[in-house]
């Protein structure tokens, strides 16, 4: 017997999860701390701080708090957080009986989610945008979604092991790649014809060591501050990078796991701030007694190493072993926050901005094209990285007053809308009518 499809429509505000909305809010503002640099700076300063942005006084605290605290983290729960949104969406359309419209539902919403990755990656111009990759590993959550949580969990473990091993091997090659580096010098030194195998090695590190050079950055710097259509020429090949080679060397082991946690999590009711202070409190405690001091250790090995490469691969090794625990840290404290009778006003923006996350995420992508790029101001470049802290709280400002007076005349954002519409082929009402 077939389903009624008729009725099937997007979630209503009395059937969303409260503590997720909040969840939501905290992560889409806490993301936008990591990826201000990515927008800001030259590549690969979003990491070494010594490329560009600043290494010294505040620039490198800023470096050292944003390491510690928010890198990996952010995009975990961001990740997180989809996996639980797709799951709910299935769940909710399966148990109204909707049989095969759920799955071409959900598809459906995977597939315009692809084409706003590539048009924010290209016309947004955000080479670090994420959207592309929920769509693909969104394909993969289908399969999983009905799994025991303890199952889910394991599955997940599985993935940031392998991710782990490859972090190792990467390590191991770097390793090789610093030995050949003093094996090169000594052979110049000495006048001697380098082997094939070192010429190799030498225009790796020939090629890195431009990529790192004050000079390229400078030649970034200009072909950001270009007009609009240079510069998207300037990113489409780093784009098309980005979306080949990083989907298979770490959005399985990074995206897709955590998409698997958080839906172990929302079944085990964690996520839903139903359980106890003391819970959530051991929660935080926990996960933030283990990742931040591992994330500790990361950081000083990446100072002590004088931010070489062989450093950054060493501290990658740990990378899972630190962002997953200091993200599960901060999933208690934002369910204690949720739970608690206390900022009651700002728990309300929180959650505005968070049923707004996508139009908010792409929004980030704008302002940053009007501030940084020549299609604006052209300020790429010119900003200290503890410079940048004040741009992403006038954008938190300006995103926590505007969400929620927004919502007090819409019922969606306008990407929510967008692409509620386009999964399920009918308006959804826009305009709350008083």
């Not at 990378?319 to 009778?341: C, E, F, Q």
Request: aromatic share 14%.
């Amino acid at each position: 017997m077939g389903s009624d499809i008729s009725n099937l429509k997007p979630i209503e505000k009395s059937e969303r999860i409260a503590s997720l909305d909040i969840m939501r809010g905290v992560v889409l503002c806490g993301i936008l701390l990591m990826n201000i640099n990515g927008m800001a700076l030259a590549e690969p300063s979003y990491s070494n701080p010594t490329i560009a942005g600043g290494s010294e006084g505040l620039d490198l605290y800023t470096w050292i708090m944003t390491n510690m605290f928010f890198e990996g983290t952010m995009r975990a729960l961001f990740s997180l957080l989809f996996g639980v949104g797709m799951f709910v969406l299935l769940d909710r359309l399966e148990k109204s009986g909707a049989g095969i419209e759920a799955a071409n539902i959900y598809f459906r919403r995977l597939m315009w989610l692809m084409l706003f990755g590539i048009i924010h990656a290209y016309l947004l111009l955000w080479v670090g945008e994420i959207l592309f990759t929920y769509s693909l590993m969104g394909f993969l959550v289908y399969s999983f979604r009905k799994l025991a949580p303890k199952t889910l969990i394991i599955i997940a473990c599985v993935l940031f092991t392998l991710g782990t091993i490859w972090n190792v091997g990467s390590y191991l090659g770097e390793k090789e790649l610093t030995g050949k580096a003093a094996e090169i010098a000594t052979y110049k030194s000495e006048g001697k014809e380098l082997t094939q195998e070192l010429k190799e090695a030498n225009q790796e590190l020939e090629k890195r060591a431009y990529e790192w050079s004050p000079e390229h950055v400078a030649s970034v710097n200009e072909d950001m501050r270009k007009n609009y259509f240079h510069v998207v020429a300037f990113l489409a090949p780093i784009n098309m990078h980005f979306h080949s080679y990083y989907t298979y060397r770490y959005d399985p082991w990074d995206v897709l796991s955590m998409m698997l946690l958080g839906i172990a999590l929302f079944k085990l009711d964690v996520l839903s701030a139903t359980r106890s202070y003391r819970f959530y409190g051991l929660m935080a405690l926990l996960g933030y007694l283990v990742g931040i001091s591992v994330n500790y250790f990361e950081t000083t090995t990446i100072m002590n190493g004088g931010f070489s490469a062989l450093s950054f691969a060493k501290s990658q090794i740990t990378y899972d072993l630190g962002r997953v625990p200091t993200a599960i840290g901060h999933i208690g404290l934002i369910m204690l926050l949720s739970k608690a009778p206390i900022l009651g006003f700002l728990k309300r923006a929180l959650s505005a901005v968070g049923k707004m996350a996508l139009t908010n995420y792409l929004m980030h992508s704008i302002f940053a094209m009007f501030i940084f790029t020549g299609e604006g101001f052209g300020l790429f470049g010119t900003f200290m990285r503890h410079e940048l802290i004040y741009i992403v709280l006038s954008i938190w400002l300006f995103q926590l007053i505007v969400s929620p007076i927004w919502l007090k005349y819409y019922h969606y954002g306008p990407a929510e809308w967008l692409w509620r519409y386009l999964s399920y082929l009918k308006k959804p009402s826009f305009k709350i009518r008083n």
